[in-house]
């Protein structure tokens, strides 16, 4: 099957090759996009990432060509018009799980650096600075950990948080009974949000929990927490995040991840200016730790990534032949 890989990057492909078998695979550095579609022409099928577009207009774009399958290389498809999708005949692919230590293993590293100041320190010893004044932390041990969405993720997350010694409340529609064998609390919403030293965010972004945590939800958190969130950036309402870390109505924020990061996450913008002036508050605040969405980006999770994904491919492929031979005989 001949595959147009959109928006790639020089760390992913080399896993992807390892797997391809007898695919053919043409790698595009172009977010994919309506007007980049037409890139995709002479192929099969198509591969996406978060940033991707996969809209209606960029989907029915991709059928003319006779695009058949789009496979996202990722968990999330709050990027990809379903419906549309399913009325244009597309077959929409997904990894349904990959190392779930990747994004937990990072979200804790964003804790535990912006509980320690280490972006701060490790400025000042670069600078030949070693005064350790104003560097002063807190112990994550007695804590109390709030996590919202408790699959695979946030119950890695969790069972590293259990393992600092912290108390762990949670909130998600079905329990994990796992949790709930090691001690894990489910609470209420309002109720984790109050108690809470740590919220952390581990949800897909839905209609439903798009801006979960808004200028009310934020009002309902310890004025000293920290909001984690290494999930989606639509799960919080960015300015009212950032208004209440001014009022010192919030401790911290620590991301991995921004509502429009598509426009700038995965790329250099070092010698270019960056306009979106809510991400500039956003990286420049002194309360605020962020990377750009990197919690994936481990060596076991790529390999899983590009093995699921390819095997995911050929079964399809191999589906069809025989539904072809089926129908032939």
Not at 15 to 28: A, E, K
Not at 69 to 86: I, K, Q
Not at 177 to 182: I, T
Request: hydrophobic residues 45%; negative net charge; charged residues 15%.
């Amino acid at each position: 099957m001949k595959i147009a890989f959109f928006s790639t990057a020089a760390y992913e492909r080399d896993w992807f090759i390892r797997y391809q078998g007898h695919h053919t695979i043409t790698f595009i550095e172009d977010l994919l996009t309506e007007q980049t579609s037409q890139l995709a022409s002479g192929h099969e099928a198509v591969c996406a990432f978060v940033e991707d577009d996969l809209s209606e207009p960029v989907l029915q774009a991709l059928k003319r060509l006779g695009i058949g399958l789009v496979a996202m290389r990722c968990v999330g498809l709050d990027n990809v018009d379903l419906e549309a999708a399913e009325t244009l005949g597309i077959t929409i692919l997904h990894v349904p799980a990959y190392s779930p230590y990747s994004v937990a293993e990072h979200a804790v590293a964003l804790l535990m650096g912006f509980v320690r100041n280490l972006p701060l320190a490790h400025q000042r010893v670069l600078q030949g600075n070693f005064s350790i004044h104003g560097l002063t932390g807190q112990d994550l041990h007695g804590k109390t950990v709030g996590v919202i969405g408790t699959g695979h993720i946030g119950q890695a997350f969790s069972r590293i948080m259990l393992g600092f010694g912290c108390r762990l409340l949670a909130y998600d529609i079905k329990p994990a009974q796992a949790l709930l064998n090691a001690g894990v609390e489910y609470v209420p919403l309002p109720r984790l949000l109050a108690e809470s030293d740590v919220v952390s965010l581990h949800c897909p972004l839905t209609a439903q929990t798009n801006q979960l945590l808004n200028a009310d939800a934020i009002a309902q958190i310890k004025p000293t927490a920290i909001v984690l969130n290494s999930s989606r950036g639509g799960l919080v309402d960015t300015t009212a995040i950032l208004n209440a870390l001014d009022r010192k109505a919030l401790g911290g924020y620590a991301a991995d991840v921004y509502a429009d990061e598509k426009k700038w996450f995965h790329r250099d913008f070092s010698n270019k200016s960056v306009t979106d002036e809510t991400l500039n508050r956003l990286r420049s605040h002194p309360r605020v730790l962020l990377t750009a969405h990197q919690g994936f980006l481990t060596q076991e999770a790529l390999q899983q990534i590009a093995h699921s994904l390819i095997l995911q491919i050929s079964f399809y492929q191999n589906s069809r032949s025989e539904g072809i031979s089926k129908v032939s005989m």
